[in-house]
């Protein structure tokens, strides 16, 4: 046995105990239990058990929590992953011996098997009595008692074991996180999508406007990145002849850490041929409202210290429309020198950046009026400057047919009338190569590739991705990314350094 180092959280009197049991003649760390009975399927059968104990005997395994020593009885709460239940242990019922390996050797944390019988204490509270109980893995490091906290919010991060163990209602956000991501598989399923898997290394990164994280390898001596979409591959899908396709993809951007930002992120892509982005907007509602239902049966969630209302249908507004009456500017209405003098005013990012009406209008929109739409909004209409993968829009110059979905200040979702014209793609990518060339560490590559694949014929396609951390944040009512994503990026500290100060843990890192 090794003592413990800096770099463990080993607790040397436990491992003390494990070395007196060894040489005791008992069997540590054995490899199985004969676990009969979940406490969950313990509590429903025995839902009505009286104060006598129940004739049939239960076998059951988990996690100690809590152990209250009362001389010749020990009352303890054992826990598995869907709930507790408490243990009543008596030294006439196990003999000296194993009564007292339990008192001496089992402590919170451990996690033990036990058999008994089931009865209903004075207080009323559901418990085993135990005949007899193996110990099946000795914890080395302690469970601390509060680990919850606003001083403890990064340890939760970097410790999720730890948060999951400890923390009941966190853990039951990632259930809530499983049970999203199952739903919003089967609504597609059911209506005919199907499921695919694109590369995650790719030569040419694309589909969004994002900064690329850059790997190379060496068998291939080639440059590659990690995706930061998978839409230009799911693309290709479409002009391979498949009409309804989806896949839920791990994506990563090499961008900041903040409240609704992680560099490693899921979301889906759903592409379906002969719809638009109206047909999309609609998709769109639908899935969300199909897995609100599900989940919570009702359409108002709290969020923070507000209420979202999700009753369909969403409001809907062209951006132009929401900066003139959010932001308070009809951006049409105004030169660029003026724009760029309100822009100053607003102290909107980057205010001369900006060359025309159509980028003012992005400005504003970001700088003003995102934040504000609480309520499910979706605002359609974007500027062809900012939606390089979007076909032109039908009626409106210089603007795409393009919607994104805004909730509670999130962008949320994002979709189009997908651009199928090859020679109008090449110019789009080309200018976007512009901008990168000249410092744009968001622009997007040019994928010729993809140019020539939908240069054989892509019929007219609906497209949409959905943030997936940002839509369970947002049904779980929790207010940073990093509560819904089990393990979020984070610095790693170095020897003795301490955890980072984090007075707003909403805001994120």
């Known amino acids: 046995m090794t003592d413990p180092t800096e770099n463990t959280a080993f607790d040397q009197t436990r491992l003390d105990k494990i070395v007196a049991l060894r040489e005791k003649g008992h069997c540590m760390f054995p490899p199985t239990f004969d676990r009969r009975n979940t406490v969950s399927e313990i509590k429903t059968k025995y839902a009505e058990i009286t104060h006598d104990k129940s004739a ?103 410790q999720r074991y730890v948060d999951l163990i400890v923390n009941e209602e966190n853990r039951q956000t990632f259930r809530n996180r499983s049970r999203i991501i199952s739903l919003l598989r089967r609504y597609l ?118 209420t979202l209302n999700f009753t369909k249908p969403w409001r809907k507004l062209s951006m132009a429309d929401a900066v003139k009456e959010i932001g308070g500017i009809d951006i049409f209405a105004h030169p660029v020198e003026e724009l760029r003098k309100f822009a100053h005013e607003h102290k909107i990012e980057d205010p001369d950046k900006p060359r025309n009406q159509r980028e003012y209008l992005i400005a504003f929109f970001e700088g003003l009026v995102e934040e504000k739409l609480i309520q499910p909004t979706f605002i359609y209409d974007y500027p062809v400057e900012n939606s390089p993968l979007a076909k032109r829009h039908r009626e409106k110059e210089g603007f795409t047919e393009r919607f994104e979905l805004f909730i509670a200040g999130m962008e949320v979702g994002n979709g189009f009338s997908e651009l199928n014209d090859p020679v109008d793609q090449k110019e789009r990518f080309e200018e976007q190569d512009k901008r990168r060339q000249l410092g744009d560490v968001e622009a997007q590559m040019i994928d010729y590739d993809f140019i020539n694949a ?56």
């Open 56 to 158: 049939e005997n239960v076998a059951t395994a988990g996690r100690v929590h809590i152990v209250r020593n009362h001389g010749k009885t020990i009352f303890a709460d054992l826990a598995d992953e869907n709930g507790k239940i408490q243990l009543y242990i008596r030294k006439n019922d196990l003999g000296e011996e194993q009564f007292e390996l339990f008192n001496q050797y089992v402590e919170r944390g451990d996690i033990i098997g036990v058999e008994g019988h089931v009865f209903r204490t004075k207080l009323g509270e559901i418990t085993i009595w135990v005949d007899k109980f193996s110990l099946l893995c000795k914890s080395v490091c302690s469970l601390p008692e509060k680990f919850h906290g606003l001083k403890d919010v990064e340890k939760r991060y970097r």
């Open 189 to 306: 399923d059911d209506h005919g999508f199907l499921e695919f898997e694109t590369p995650i290394l790719q030569p040419v990164y694309g589909g969004a406007n994002a900064r690329p994280f850059t790997t190379y390898h060496n068998f291939l001596d080639q440059k590659l990145f990690l995706r930061i979409a998978p839409e230009l591959y799911l693309k290709r899908l479409i002009v391979g002849g498949f009409e309804q396709v989806f896949e839920i993809s791990r994506n990563f951007r090499n961008e900041g850490v903040d409240a609704d930002h992680n560099p490693e992120f899921t979301m889906v892509e759903i592409y379906w041929v002969y719809r638009d982005f109206r047909d999309m907007m609609e998709l769109t509602e639908n899935i969300v409202t199909y897995i609100i239902d599900k989940i919570h049966g009702k359409y108002e969630l709290p969020f923070g210290d507000v």
């Open 454 to 509: 939908i240069g054989f014929g892509m019929p007219p396609t609906g497209g949409v991705g959905i943030g997936i951390d940002r839509l369970v944040m947002l049904l779980t009512n929790n207010n940073s990314i990093k509560e819904v994503i089990l393990f979020p990026s984070m610095k790693t500290l170095k020897a003795g350094e301490e955890e980072p100060e984090d007075e707003n843990p909403g805001a994120g890192n």
